[in-house]
Structures are given as C-alpha cells and as structure tokens.
C-alpha cells in the first residue's frame, strides 16, 4: 500500500503543479527596456495516489486534460496480459491458462472541494489456493466493469467524505494485480473484502490519519458492516489497526458475497519503506459467528500473518516475496462453517515474483506454492480434491500509460 491500507480509499487529494516564470537575463544597455519574463513550460505532474500501488511497480504521472466546468481531469490506466501453468488443479480448472490481467482506465479530479474517481475496464484477480477466473467471469461475477467509483467532498484541509464503490479499508494487499509486491493476492486476502459500496470519512490528524466507513461488507447491497482504521506514521514507519464487521446477518450470498461477510475482521499492519526496501508484516483475525437462522449451525474464526518484502535492485529489477500461514478453527465433526480448505484446517504459502519495469513497461514472475494442513478431503486441490499442495508459475506483462512524454 509505502501502503498502509487504510489510506486505499481516502486521503489522496492532490494539488495540481502551478505555472513557474523564469525571468530573462538582465538587459545589457542600461537604456533598453526591459525584456518580458517568459512563462516557462509546466512542470510535470505528480503521479497520483489513486489507484493505490505499493510497489515495486509505479505509476506514471497522469495526463492532464481541461474537462471545462469540471476544470483538470487526470487519466492514466494498465494494460497488461497473464498466464499461468499449476499442477493439482479442481476439474473446474486448467493445467494451463491466459488472460487479459488489467485493461483499465483511471479518470479523476484531485483538486477543489468536489473530487470525483472512475476506475472502467477489464481486471483479473488471481489468488493462491482458490481456481483460475477467466477476465470475463471476474468482471460480470465480481464487481462490474466499473469496479471502483466515488465522489470525494473535501470538506477542509484535513478532512473528506467519500460516497461510492470505494476500496476496502481491511487488509495489508489491494485488488487489483498491478497494485501488488505479487501477482496473485495470498490467503490471507482470500478472507477480507475487497470493494465496498457506502460512505466513508477520513480525518488527518498531524502523524494520525483516520478512517471509518459504513458500507455493504462483501460487496452485500446490504449497507449493515461498519469499518474503521487508524493509522500512525513516522518517517519510514507505519502502523496502522483495522477493524470491520457486520452488525446484521443476512442469508445473501454469491461469488462475491461469501459467507465471511455475516463475520468480522481485524487487522494489525506495520510498514517499514526506506531506500530500497519495503517491509511489510502483519496479523489478522477473521470470525464469523454462529447463526443457524441464516444457515451456520457452528461459527469459526481464522488467524493469521504474513510477512511481505520488497528490494529494489538497480536498472529497474526488484525481488518482492510474501509468506503466510493461516489456521481456522472448528471441526467437521462439529459441523462448524468451512472458511479454507475445511473446519480447522491450516495454510502457508510462500510466494516470489521476480519484476522489471522501465518506464511505461513492465514484466514480472510470480512463482507460488500453497500447503494445506488438517484439511478435509475434497476441500484441497486435484481432480478428487486430495491434494494438500499446489504450485502455480504465472507470468504477467504490460504497460502503464501516462504522461510519459519528457517535457521540454
């Protein structure tokens, strides 16, 4: 996220370059008039911190366009392609498989009291230990083809109001792939939510910055989860607590909406980036809760960590890696609800992805491998569902468009 998460939806208004004038040299006739100063050309524009990335990748600096009454709009966007080759894979899946990972296009307003977001286009979300998703059923399964779209009212310096589809503020990994140390989002993700419909607030409070968020959980059209986050920050140093849950229960569920969304989630996401390095640990704390009216006849809960690094090399090469283990609780015999590879299993993975990036492109590998402990047979991996570890190589290339062109 440096990322802390909890800054994902807010806190990113950002003032447009203004014009310098560059005086010309003094006159050497003493009796001449004096010569014009001559506007030079604008400085370049910052790139903006929507959407979110945490490295290694970065984004370019936006192009600037003057959209009349809504005054400067910046557009930048991803374009980039996947594939990926796994053994053990669920009849449902393919030993091999390709796919556009991102071609999207992102329009925003930063300055001003009225602000506004769209993010519009194809994306894929791979994660470790779930099946491969093809791009068309991710985006008519998951969030649309608008995945995130907000107004942001920026009611005083420190002070703003989102209302929209805005990013989750739970979790130390964000959605999409290009705004990742990793390809594929890890198991840990596999239990947060990822895009929220409500209304958030965020307030900025010297080295604190603060979120809270009333909104629709796992993306429910049911506006019952109340989330919050408080972040600190000191040079290098970020922690930040996230915390969400649902204060209603609902029967509702699809791809998108699992049963993790009648639960709650918490987090505790400390980053460290300086020079070269991103250091990222963090522990989660996921439980839903019994209810046999709406079907969990024995609630469970999950815990976990991860810990995700990140060094720059030089000419454009980094080495980010991800390690996570994860346990839930409960038990088959219990009929508790199943939030992994079966009541009371466990998980790790172990994840490297090897990046290059000059300018507008970038290519990067990712090379993961996922072991499932006290699983349930059928829960796990392999045609019969027996298999406790699978190892996925993916492959991910593409461009960052901008405004790439050196300025004069």
Partial sequence: MSKVRLFS???FALGLTAFAQ????????ATAPAAAAAPAAPAAPMPLSTPAITGPLSNLPPAMFDAGPFGKIAVNGFLSGMGLVQNNHIPEDNT??????????????????????????AYNIPALGVPFLKTEATVSDLFGPLPVAFLKLQAGKNTSIEIGALPTLIGAEYT???????????????????VNRGIQVNQTMGKFSASVSWNDGFYSNRYTWL??????TNGPNAISFVAGGNLG?????????????????????????KGAWIIQPYFQYTDVPTNASIGIA????????????????????????????ISSSGSAAQDAVNLMFGPGS??????????????????????GWVHAGSYLPGDVFGLVGTNNNQVRVMGEIGFVFGDNIEKK
């Fill in 176 to 194: 999409f792939t290009f705004e990742n140390m990793n390809v594929e989002r890890g198991l840990l993700w596999n239990q947060e939510n990822a």
């Fill in 96 to 121: 091999d498989q390709a796919a556009l990972s991102n071609g999207q296009v992102f329009i925003q307003k930063t300055d001003g009291w009225f602000q506004f977001f769209l993010q519009a286009g």
């Fill in 249 to 273: 229960q609902t029967k509702f569920e699809n791809y998108a909406t699992p049963v993790q969304n009648n639960g709650a989630i918490y987090n505790v996401i400390y980053t460290y980036t």
């Fill in 22 to 29: 560059t005086p010309t040299p003094a006159a050497t006739d």
């Fill in 227 to 232: 989330s919050g986050a408080l972040a600190y």
């Fill in 298 to 325: 024995k609630g469970a809960s999950t815990t976990g960590g991860a810990i995700l690094l990140s060094y720059a090399f030089k000419h454009g090469f980094s080495l980010p890696v991800r390690y996570e283990y």
């Fill in 9 to 11: 939806a807010g806190l």
């Fill in 346 to 367: 466990t998980g790790t993975s172990f994840t490297v992805t090897p990046t290059f990036q000059k300018a507008g492109f970038f290519v990067r590998g990712d090379v």
